[in-house]
């Protein structure tokens, strides 16, 4: 298991910009890809971005193409996501999650993941 912790969060207008973090502990944080998911107000949980174990490879969902850039520094055990004009619909709890194995494939499902942070609160006011 490994220990992540988001931040970032917060309140920005339409259009603005946020970088959320996400510090790992714990197992090899090198050696597992890791994504980004986010959960707005009554609604499931939804599958952002994910990033490859050395960075190299990543997807988006269509939503935040563009938009989003996930990113990741392996010395410092930290993934990042740049969010980009930033519309209201981006309005959500952001988790990060570590994939419950190794290798690299397409994960989009939560069931992927078996570590979670806690999430960080993104607002995008209009």
């Known amino acids: 298991q490994v220990q992540l912790v988001e931040s970032g969060g917060g309140l920005v207008q339409a259009g603005g910009s946020l970088r959320l973090s996400c510090a790992a502990s714990?197992?090899?944080?090198?050696?597992?890809?890791m994504g980004w998911f986010r959960q707005a107000s009554g609604k499931e949980r939804e599958f952002v971005a994910a990033?490859?174990?050395?960075?190299?490879?990543?997807f988006y969902t269509d939503s935040v193409k563009g938009r989003f850039t996930v990113s990741r520094e392996n010395a410092k055990n930290t993934v990042y996501l740049q969010m980009n004009s930033l519309k209201p619909e981006d309005t959500a709890v952001y988790f990060c999650?570590?994939?419950?194995?190794?290798?690299?494939?397409?994960?989009?499902?939560?069931?992927?993941?078996?570590?979670w942070g806690q999430g960080t609160q993104v607002t995008v006011s209009s």
């Open positions: 714990g197992r090899t944080f090198s050696m597992y890809a």
């Open positions: 990033i490859n174990w050395s960075g190299g490879s990543t």
């Open positions: 999650a570590t994939a419950a194995t190794t290798g690299w494939r397409y994960r989009s499902q939560p069931h992927e993941y078996d570590s």
